[in-house]
């Protein structure tokens, strides 16, 4: 498994996150987290496919913003059960 597959599945995680905590109105807080996190992620993507950068910066970055917003939690879980899905 690679990082690019990782931070694909790990934005569509956080849309899926997003529409569930929205649908069930809970905390704003919590939506509002996630996407800020990943709202930058498409840009990065594309940096990316142009040759600046790499996937495993991605997702250090993630990692960092997850830790600043205090949900890095959430980003380790997401990983956890992304990479126990590929392993079944």
């Not at 800020?36 to 496919?49: A, G, K, S």
């Not at 910066?57 to 600043?68: F, G, M, P, V």
Request: proline share 1%; glycine share 4%.
């Amino acid at each position: 498994m690679d990082d690019r597959f990782i931070i694909h599945n790990l934005l569509y995680r956080a849309f899926l996150d997003i529409r569930i905590a929205a649908h069930e109105k809970k905390s704003h807080e919590g939506i509002f987290k996630i996407a800020d996190i990943f709202h930058n992620l498409p840009l990065q993507l594309e940096r990316v496919q142009a040759g600046n950068g790499s996937y495993q910066e991605i997702l250090n970055d993630l990692r960092e913003r997850t830790r600043n917003k205090g949900c890095e939690s959430w980003l380790d879980n997401a990983i956890k059960d992304i990479t126990k899905r590929i392993d079944t």
